[in-house]
Nanobody
């Protein structure tokens, strides 16, 4: 079992930056690949970024490539999502998730989820 708690969301103007954090507790954090998903109002949850259990491989949705960066600190049991050049279409609830799969990018590959943190980008 892994418990995940996100933080760092908020309101930001277009072009601004935010850094989301996800603190994990419970099972051995370093054994899990970690991911970020988002869900805008009225839309399905979508993949944003993922990182392998050692942190050596990262994966991004095309919509955020070059603007967002995922990182993982196994010593702190925390995964981060640095979001730069934010756009109004990035507005969503952002979820952190943990996966036992290698290179996960699909919702059903993640077994553990946080409660989410709201990110709102104003134009």
């Amino acid at each position: 079992q892994v418990q995940l708690v996100e933080s760092g969301g908020g309101l930001v103007q277009a072009g601004g930056s935010l850094r989301l954090s996800c603190a994990a507790s419970g099972s051995t954090f370093s054994r899990y690949a970690m991911g970020w998903f988002r869900q805008a109002s009225g839309k399905e949850r979508e993949f944003v970024a993922a990182i392998s259990w050692r942190g050596g491989n990262t994966y991004y949705a095309d919509s955020v490539k070059g603007r967002f960066a995922i990182s993982k600190d196994n010593a702190k049991s925390t995964v981060y999502l640095q979001m730069n050049s934010l756009k109004p279409e990035d507005t969503a609830v952002y979820y952190c998730a943990a996966s036992a799969f290698s290179g996960p990018t699909q919702v059903n590959e993640f077994a553990y989820w946080g409660q989410g943190t709201q990110v709102t980008v104003s134009s």
